[in-house]
């Protein structure tokens, strides 16, 4: 048995961008690179550039429809969004994605493997919450879920967009997908580890940090009162007004999101060493919601040096690049 091969494409709305500008680039000096994938997997956004894929969609395809139809989507934005209110109407996007996929494509369908993480705000088999990776692979449960489905539950960020059929964004626990991916091809695929090789691509370094002060903080405001002037509301883990570029306007939500991709990078890498490679390109603090946001990290793209993936592929994925 060969290498089994995995692509993974991280969460991060319009950032999302920049993962599928990496992947052009890749695929017109290794055209071979799509085709000799066994797996691909992808968090909110990313979910959408996976299933793309694994339907048979070509990267440039896939990156057209992107800048064409979803990222108009989030181009109407709703007042007091994202703190006070769902910022995104959500109807653009959903709108979008059923568009491009087939209303009868359903996940056993699709041409390759997927794995998309979604979170079930409850289950009535388990009678709580749950964490949910859709998947193609035999035997599973979420044959017939359509494509479309998955990528909405998928992509409903709180405080951002509604949730979809009882699932919000996947985003909350798995940011990056590496590491649940790696497991489903073990435990479903029954890939032995020594066999396996992914490439995560990212969408975006951002420098976020939070050097304050934080004794004391609540959900809401310090001491839980409500402050007549919005000025007024002190720092806090929900929302932080006054937070400077390099600071989390919504430190508990994203620090969730960023500490799960954290965590998913350094499991994958303990677990494949070599055989693992994260291309995540450093970017500034950005909005994911804005549409402004694509062109730099699309420039970013441009000029990232793709020198240490090339090889990576390479040796992996067995794809030379032209002489």
């Known amino acids: 048995m060969g290498k089994y091969r995995i692509i993974t494409f991280d969460g991060g709305g319009t950032l999302g961008a920049l993962s599928l500008q990496l992947l052009n680039r890749l695929t017109k000096i290794t055209p071979q690179l799509v085709q000799k994938t066994d797996l691909f997997s992808g968090t909110s956004i990313g979910s959408f550039t996976a299933l793309s894929l694994a339907s048979g969609r070509s990267p440039k395809e896939t990156f057209r429809f992107f800048k064409e139809e979803i990222l108009p989507a989030f181009g109407v934005s709703r007042p007091g969004g994202p703190v006070f209110n769902q910022q995104l109407p959500y109807s653009g996007f959903i709108k979008a994605v059923r568009e491009f996929f087939p209303s009868d494509l359903r996940l056993k369908d699709l041409n390759r493997r997927v794995v998309v993480p979604a979170f079930q705000l409850y289950s009535r088999e388990l009678d709580r919450w749950n964490t949910v990776l859709f998947h193609n692979f035999p035997g599973s449960p979420h044959l017939n879920e359509k494509a479309s489905d998955v990528i909405l539950r998928s992509s409903g960020a709180p ?30 695929a029954c890939v032995p580890l020594e066999q396996i090789a992914a490439l995560s691509i990212g969408t975006g370094e951002a420098p976020t940090r939070l050097k304050r002060d934080t004794r004391g903080w609540g959900m809401v405001s310090a001491d839980n009162i409500r402050p007549e002037n919005l000025e007024d509301l002190p720092p806090n883990w929900g929302v932080l007004l006054d937070h400077a570029t390099d600071e989390p306007l919504l430190p508990f939500l994203q620090v969730t999101g960023s500490s799960a991709s954290y965590n998913a990078t350094m499991i994958s890498g303990n677990l494949l060493g070599k055989r693992f490679f994260r291309l995540n390109p450093s970017i500034p603090s950005l909005s994911l919601t804005d549409p402004a946001s694509a062109p730099i990290v699309i420039e970013i793209a441009n000029e990232t040096n793709l020198k240490p993936v090339l090889q990576f592929v390479e040796k992996n994925w067995g794809c030379s690049q032209p002489k």
Not at 160 to 171: E, F, H, I, L, S
Not at 177 to 187: K, N, Q, R, T, Y
């Open 159 to 188: 405080a951002t967009q509604r949730a979809y059929q009882n699932y919000v964004d996947g985003y909350i626990f798995a940011a990056n997908p590496s590491a649940d991916s790696i497991s489903l091809a073990v435990g479903k």
